[in-house]
């Protein structure tokens, strides 16, 4: 028996928590005859040359992600989107889709074209990507681009980089015609585009919401977890998006940073309400921007919600911490069409004994490990994988073998300083002796901080971060256990023994006192009753400082009721 194609319409998206942005979801894909027709087409055209990169961008669009758009944008549109985050119609859409083709032999084929030719969009192999229907052909100023998407010119920043590298001078705007997909490499196994997250949410599982989660360079840590997590209470299911397309020369390997989601996944989540597949993005890197094309890229895949959290698609100091939040002001949540949630800084307090955030914990930085992805990644250069407070282990072991680049330099440093590193993941080190110890006398300078201060704080971390809240919850169930089944009866005997001795110890200074001169005969070989006096005094001092050992003798006044026990109910 055949299945029935699901036909996803506006008569079938009513019948959904969620609709696609712009209310229709774009399909661009050519199958069947109209295929062989655009192939056999396609032999006659003007050919453009594409990348890897341009050729996901034509997926992602033919696919409907990147609904309403159903190809590139003509120079109004692209102007509206640029400088006001918003189409000519007012829809929210904050990165104008362009397509300026580079290359000595594409320039010469751009100068041949007017609106209303139709060329052909190939791939190095000379294999038809796509069909572009041009409808206008306009120049635009690089800087002018990449000031409104990213907030600077600066050539450092990837996102501006790119475009002086990877776009040309002359921009074509037309619809296109999907013909072939590129290869996903090893991710073709994980392909997934709307169609089948829809028919997935809505009609095999018959979810009512889903959160989405876009992540980039780092392995999974415990931010994410704590975050989707929070969200996994509310909704039904979880989508998480790896980017496996960025540019950054600095990161985790694609593939070990999916194996690392799916061994956490695997054992921490739910399998029948998380999904995972790669997010193929290119052209856009960082910037609050992003954080707002990611929310609508989720819409049209179907999810409700949207995870937000700190320093989101952040690079460098180009954007403050919370500025991918702040942009979402500048939209009403009707226009959107997705909720979206915002999240705190996360990081794990030893005191509390789990992740949390300013909002929630009571402590100071003496107890408190910051998550950083980046951060993680050095440790991994350093040889470590993350203490198990901020990241499974079982992502680490993966993380470790996948981040580039590996180990450290001939100096011995990684690509962070590591008084930077540990400014940023473990305050505590500069100002205390140990994760929830005492403070320093003098603070540290990070300028001075080696990787032996690296080694040190795994060492103290691995050592007492576990040890510090068990160590509290002992302490108070010593002091309050009625049954002290629990309590270790060597260290009832120590405290009884400490009691006695020094008991014994007054008694002697007793005497001491007793029988002393009022001035000493030899300062140093005994002394007069006042110094005497003042050992006996601290001794005393002593023992009442001194725990008693609390044993079920003396509990027993702790139980009693004003009733017979068979009346409480």
Not at 158 to 175: E, F, H, Q, S, W
Not at 176 to 194: A, K, Q, S, V, Y
Not at 439 to 452: A, G, I, M, Q, S
Not at 501 to 517: G, M, P, Y
Request: with cysteine; hydrophobic share 35%.
């Amino acid at each position: 028996m055949v299945e029935k194609a699901l036909v996803l319409d506006q008569e079938k998206f009513a019948t959904y928590p969620q609709q696609p942005h712009g209310g229709k979801l774009v399909d661009r894909v050519a199958t069947g005859q109209a295929r062989e027709d655009g192939l056999a087409r396609a032999q006659t055209l003007p050919k453009i040359m594409v990348d890897l990169e341009a050729a996901i961008t034509l997926e992602l669009i033919a696919t409907g992600v990147l609904s309403p758009n159903e190809g590139f944008m003509n120079e109004q549109e692209y102007l509206s989107c640029l400088e006001t985050g918003r189409m000519t119609n007012g829809l929210p859409w904050p990165v104008p889709l362009s397509f300026a083709p580079i290359g000595e032999r594409n320039s010469e084929v751009v100068k041949s074209l007017s609106v209303g030719d139709e060329v052909v969009l190939v791939d190095e192999d000379h294999k038809p990507i796509a069909l572009l229907k041009l409808d206008d052909l306009f120049n635009y100023d690089r800087a002018h681009r990449a000031k409104h998407i990213f907030g600077t010119t600066d050539r450092k920043h990837p996102g501006v980089d790119a475009i002086y590298r990877r776009m040309g001078d002359t921009a074509l705007a037309g619809k296109i015609t999907l013909l072939n997909r590129p290869d996903w490499g090893p991710f073709e196994g994980m392909r997934m585009e709307p169609k089948d997250t829809w028919r997935l949410f809505y009609e095999e599982r018959k979810y009512t919401s889903v959160a989405g989660f876009v992540t980039g360079a780092n392995p999974m840590h415990r931010g994410h977890e704590y975050m989707q997590k929070n969200l996994l209470e509310e909704v039904d299911a979880l989508l998480l998006l790896p980017l496996v397309e960025m540019a950054k020369r600095e990161y985790t390997r694609h593939e070990f940073r999916m194996l690392a989601y799916r061994s956490v996944l695997d054992e921490y989540y739910p399998s029948d309400r998380t999904i995972m597949f790669p997010l193929r993005v290119t052209y856009v890197f960082a910037g609050p921007r992003e954080a707002v094309l990611h929310a609508l890229i989720l819409k049209n895949l179907g999810c409700t919600h949207k995870i937000v959290g700190r320093d989101y698609a952040g690079v460098g100091d180009y954007y403050e911490l919370y500025e991918s939040q702040g942009i979402f002001d500048e939209f009403t949540p009707e226009e959107l069409g997705i909720d979206i949630r915002f999240f705190n800084e996360v990081f794990y307090c030893v005191r509390c004994a789990q992740p949390t955030t300013l909002k929630t914990c009571a402590h100071d930085d003496s107890t408190r490990i910051y998550i950083s992805g980046s951060g993680i990644r050095e440790l991994l250069r350093h040889g470590f994988i993350p203490p198990e407070e901020i990241a499974r282990p079982e992502s680490g072991r993966i993380g470790i073998q996948g981040v580039q680049p590996k180990g450290l330099n001939e100096d011995g440093e990684s690509v962070k300083p590591a008084g930077k590193l540990i400014q940023t993941m473990f305050p505590y080190y500069l100002t205390h002796k140990g994760i929830g110890g005492r403070k320093r006398e003098k603070l540290l300078n990070p300028d001075d901080l080696t990787k032996d201060d690296i080694e040190t704080i795994m060492l103290d971390i691995q050592e007492n971060a576990g040890l510090i809240y068990k160590q509290t919850a002992q302490e108070y169930a010593r002091s309050a256990d009625i049954n002290r089944a629990r309590q270790p009866a060597w260290v009832e005997k120590a405290q009884a023994d400490v009691r006695k001795e020094q008991e014994r110890v007054i008694r002697t200074l007793e005497d001491k006192v007793a029988n002393a001169s009022e001035e000493a005969s030899d300062e140093f070989m005994y002394q007069g009753r006042d110094e005497a006096q003042q050992e006996l005094d601290v001794a005393r001092k002593i023992l009442t400082e001194t725990g008693e050992p609390i044993t079920e003798e003396k509990t027993a006044d702790r139980v009693w009721n004003i009733a017979p026990y068979d009346r409480y109910y």
